[in-house]
């Protein structure tokens, strides 16, 4: 089985797109070239299909009572293979590291804006386990707005 992810509701003339990427489900920390501004709020939208092995899903990831096993997962206790995100490869920092899912809206913390710019870039990844990423196939669309 699959994972839901509700959407947000948004004024779609509102949103500016800001980035489109092909997220490769083998790549940890897949780099965007889209550098957060604290307090924005942003939405991210994602489609297609993924592999886990054998195991095929989409962004919102696969294995609904597979609980036990996800705490090894990089964002624990979320699903296999749901599409998550973090700044500058951080996954240590609550505020940096959040699940997408099919849509997501997000406000990125203020506290980001004593970083430098550079220190400000979205990564995105399938949720897996850090040792597991070699039999995993596919990418999935990702599309980022900036809402006003």
Same mark, same amino acid.
């Given at each position: 089985g /699959?994972? &839901?992810?509700?959407? +947000?509701s948004y004024n779609s003339n509102a949103a500016r797109l800001v980035g489109e990427w092909m997220v490769? !489900?083998? *790549?940890?920390n897949f780099?965007?070239?889209?550098? #957060? +501004?604290?307090? %924005?709020?942003?939405? @991210? %939208? !994602?489609?297609?299909? $993924? %592999?886990d092995w054998f195991i095929s899903c989409g962004p919102t990831?696969?294995?609904?009572? $597979? &609980?036990? @096993? /996800? &705490? %090894? *997962?990089?964002l624990p206790g979320k699903p296999f @293979?749901?599409?998550?995100? *973090? #700044? *500058?490869?951080?996954?240590?920092?609550? !505020?940096?590291v959040f699940d997408i899912g099919n849509e997501r809206t997000w406000t990125a913390p203020d506290e980001i804006g004593n970083l430098p710019?550079? +220190?400000?870039?979205?990564?995105f990844f399938a949720n897996d386990w850090e040792n597991r990423y070699g039999n995993n196939s596919g990418a999935i669309l990702v599309r980022a707005y900036e809402l006003n």
């Open positions: /699959t994972y &839901r992810t509700d959407p +947000e490769d !489900a083998r *790549n940890m780099p965007s070239d889209l550098t #957060i +501004e604290p307090g %924005k709020r942003y939405l @991210f %939208k !994602a489609s297609g299909c $993924w %592999k990831g696969c294995g609904p009572g $597979w &609980r036990l @096993f /996800t &705490r %090894k *997962n990089r @293979f749901m599409l998550c995100a *973090n #700044i *500058n490869q951080q996954l240590d920092h609550p !505020a940096l710019d550079d +220190e400000r870039k979205l990564y």
